[in-house]
């Protein structure tokens, strides 16, 4: 079997408190169980469809690669640093 070569990057956006257990089934059977959970599945039918029963409640991105814990990690850090937008007592111009 060859890798796939285009993945789903699936993210559970809503909870499924309060939904069928069918909804719930499919989630859980995707790898989602609490809200804004990444998942990387391989693009075929089968997931194509669980994430159609699920389109409500997850975005999904077709991306090249999946990415490890550890490269999401990094992509959720804050740049390091801060900016000055504006000296504190400075007046705008125009004003």
Do not use: W
């Amino acid at each position: 079997m060859s890798t796939p070569t285009r993945f789903f990057r699936i993210t559970l956006l809503r909870s499924a408190i309060g939904l069928p257990t069918r909804t719930s089934g499919v989630l859980k059977a995707l790898g989602l169980h609490r809200r804004l959970k990444t998942v990387y599945h391989p693009v075929t039918q089968d997931v194509a469809g669980q994430v159609f029963a699920v389109k409500e409640l997850v975005d999904v991105q077709e991306v090249d690669r999946a990415l490890s814990d550890k490269e999401m990690k990094q992509l959720r850090q804050p740049d390091s640093g801060f900016y000055v937008e504006r000296r504190a007592g400075e007046r705008v111009m125009g004003s």
